[in-house]
């Protein structure tokens, strides 16, 4: 069994955890190591909460990032994309020292260095974070709202309370920079 892991934000501000797609309804067989005489057993779940509560402390996780991964057996995937080519290699060296991590998977893309692309981050940052029906979002420490911008286009990721936001977030970027195009892949906590 294959466990998904993406970061989940409260809107409230406070963590609820991680959401766990699993492939099956079965129990996730257990990776078990031994440190000091005592045998720690952890399920593909449970490494899952570890790398992702890594990858939220990881001082330069923002906005502009979105990591995403799967666990089975001990071999962590991570996906999604980085702004900046350091954070691919931290984000798999972070993984790497956890505890239960057999072997990491690196499928982080790294974003093209563009002034361009760096202009319409701060812009759709400032249009999702300017509004005041975003405020409660801006003041958290990772705020929920991911936006990865590529050749122009931005790609809408994270976790919105309903539909509503969802739509907002999505017009505030189509209005307010010069995107070739906007996606918009925010999931809803309903």
Do not use: C
């Amino acid at each position: 069994m294959r466990t998904k892991w993406m970061l989940r934000k409260s809107i409230l501000g406070a963590v609820i955890g991680i959401a766990l797609i699993s492939t099956s309804l079965l129990a996730a067989p257990a990776n078990t190591l031994s440190t000091a005489n005592t045998p720690v057993v952890l399920s593909d779940q449970q490494l899952a909460d570890k790398v992702a509560s890594a990858v939220r402390r990881y001082p330069y996780f923002d906005v502009f990032d979105w990591v995403t991964g799967s666990t089975k057996d001990g071999v962590v995937t991570l996906e999604g994309a980085v702004h900046q080519p350091f954070h691919k290699t931290d984000y798999g060296r972070l993984v790497a020292a956890i505890p239960g991590v057999k072997k990491v998977v690196n499928n982080l893309e790294v974003l093209p260095l563009s002034t361009f692309d760096d202009q319409l981050r701060r812009a759709a940052a400032r249009a999702i974070y300017g509004d005041p029906s975003f405020v409660s979002l801006a003041m958290q420490a990772n705020p929920p709202i991911h936006i990865i911008v590529e050749g122009g286009r931005i790609r809408l990721e994270g976790v919105v309370l309903n539909k509503m936001q969802r739509q907002v977030a999505e017009m505030n970027v189509r209005s307010r920079t010069m995107a070739f195009e906007v996606v918009n892949d925010l999931k809803t906590e309903a």
